[in-house]
């Protein structure tokens, strides 16, 4: 199943990037990525409640809110940056680059999960990085 929600997110991301790029051509890349924001905590909540998940808030412990607002202010400063090259830059290459925080991905999750990088996956990792080299050539 995470499968699956793997390709419907690379789909809506890349929907998002699209209507974005649309979108900040009028309007400043901060203000923008604040509505969007407000957007998203609207309908986050919304599923939080639809899937009566709520009381979890109260049952997370003390180390799950904390990286919980460190990856949030992760977020943000991604949002932030994101918006502000599409704003400037071509939406056919500002989301190639955005898209190699994969490099950030599978280092921290290196260091941080303790996660295996096997030969085929470096190898795959290689080839996404030459891959997005070359959109920018």
């Known amino acids: 199943m995470w499968l699956a929600f793997a390709v419907l997110s690379a789909f809506f ?4 990037a699209v209507l974005s790029k649309v979108v900040i051509k009028n ?4 203000l923008g990525t604040a509505i969007r924001t407000v957007i998203v905590f609207i309908f986050s909540w919304i599923m939080v409640f639809v899937a009566g998940a709520q009381n979890g ?6 180390k799950t809110p904390v990286f919980l607002i460190l990856s949030g202010f992760a977020t943000g400063a991604s949002w932030l940056c994101y918006y502000k090259a599409l704003q400037d830059g071509p939406a056919s290459v500002v ?3 955005d898209k190699l925080s994969i490099l950030a991905t599978v280092s921290f ?6 996660e295996k990088l096997t030969k085929k ?3 795959g990792l290689i080839l996404l990085i030459c891959g997005t080299l070359l959109l920018l050539v």
Do not use: C, D, Q
């Open 13 to 16: 991301a890349g929907i998002t």
């Open 109 to 114: 999750s290196y260091v941080v999960l303790k």
């Open 27 to 30: 309007v400043n890349s901060n």
């Open 121 to 123: 996956s470096f190898t």
């Open 57 to 62: 808030v109260f049952t997370m412990g003390t």
């Open 95 to 97: 989301v190639p680059i």
